[in-house]
């Protein structure tokens, strides 16, 4: 059975710094693109952070420069160290192998038809 557990989500000042994990089960981890997605109420589904099978990274511009996205396969844990954290990058963040860079999604991200996907976890940041 596949499961992804995210965690890591939390209320923080903006400045501040989170680190989201997520936990992988059931699927080869290692050879898959894994994202990080986020959602805020009302707002699309989108790519925040990419990490490729070959080890390349896609990042939004939105968070450039602020997040960094890893994966350690031993533990098939996805990461994404967020810091400089701003008002606007609160919203549900979830893992998954969704879709790729370029795209985006009008429904709510777990119910995107394809791929895996978490739970979500929340991370609000206040000004």
């Known amino acids: 059975e596949v499961e992804l557990v995210e965690s890591g989500g939390d209320s923080v000042e903006a400045g501040g710094s989170l680190r989201l994990s997520c936990t992988a089960s059931?699927?080869?981890?290692?050879?898959?693109?894994m994202g990080w997605y986020r959602q805020a109420p009302g707002d699309e589904c989108e790519l925040v952070s990419m990490?490729?099978?070959?080890?390349?990274?896609y990042y939004a511009d939105s968070v450039k420069g602020r997040f960094t996205i890893s994966q350690d396969n031993a533990k098939s844990t996805l990461y994404l160290q967020m810091d400089w954290l701003k008002p606007e990058d609160t919203a549900a963040y979830y893992c998954?192998?969704?879709?790729?860079?370029?795209?985006?999604?009008?429904?709510?991200?777990?119910?995107?038809?394809?791929?895996?996907w978490g739970q979500g976890t929340q991370v609000t940041v206040t000004s």
């Open positions: 998954a192998d969704g879709f790729p860079p370029g795209q985006v999604w009008d429904g709510d991200c777990p119910h995107y038809p394809f791929g895996y």
């Open positions: 990490i490729r099978r070959d080890g390349t990274t």
């Open positions: 059931g699927f080869p981890f290692d050879d898959t693109d």
